[in-house]
């Protein structure tokens, strides 16, 4: 398609996108529209055509669907804590290896974890406990990492597809800008030829 010449054109239907982004949970319309923004002027260029239009939606799409996965790894971690708090409370009591009082004690592990975020001074009874039997100070952090694993694993292998596909499109995009510029360019060298010619 041919670029356009006013600078400050843009296509309607990104127009429309702007007007009502699409978000993830938890981000904001006016963060969509500025990071596009910066996709759309660099300095490298500005886009022209509807294609680079476009592909700088793609761009801002996609980083927002990293920053997106970033934000959330840290909650599932945080939602993790509480699982993690409950096995370490049933795995600190001195007969947690008793088959035969396991039950019992993984129920009071559970109804004790609410007690854990209630309760500042059993919370700090607790812990100390659970370092002094071998898991050490920071063992809720761990542990709540050992759980989610398998979650955040999946997670990073969606953000190093969202970021591969992002580089690409980055690179599309200035490609794109260096062409134009170099156009402009042309163009210029051109108009300065031709009025020297006149001379």
């Not at 400050?8 to 429309?16: G, M, V």
């Not at 680079?52 to 927002?64: G, M, R």
């Not at 129920?107 to 919370?123: I, P, V």
């Not at 002094?132 to 953000?159: H, K, N, R, W, Y």
Request: glycine share 4%; net charge positive; with cysteine.
């Amino acid at each position: 398609m041919s670029t356009k010449p006013n600078e400050k054109y843009r296509p309607p239907f990104i127009q429309k996108i702007l007007a009502d982004p699409p978000l993830m949970p938890g981000q904001k319309p006016a963060d969509f529209v500025d990071l596009y923004k910066q996709f759309e002027l660099t300095q490298a260029g500005k886009a022209q055509s509807e294609r680079d239009f476009l592909v700088a939606l793609q761009a801002t799409k996609l980083t927002i669907e990293v920053s997106y996965y970033a934000w959330i790894k840290g909650k599932i971690m945080r939602m993790y804590q509480r699982a993690a708090v409950t096995n370490l409370l049933f795995e600190s009591e001195d007969f947690a290896g008793n088959s035969g009082a396991a039950n019992a004690l993984k129920a009071m592990a559970h109804a004790e974890t609410n007690k854990f975020h209630l309760d500042a001074s059993f919370k700090d009874k607790s812990l100390k406990k659970i370092e002094a039997v071998g898991f050490g100070p920071d063992a809720v952090e761990v542990e709540a990492f050992v759980l989610c694993l398998g979650v955040i694993s999946q997670i990073d292998t969606m953000v190093a597809k969202a970021e591969k596909r992002l580089l690409k499109f980055l690179e599309e995009l200035e490609v794109c800008y260096s062409s134009h510029a170099k156009r402009v360019k042309h163009v210029a060298e051109e108009a300065i030829k031709h009025a020297t010619s006149k001379e």
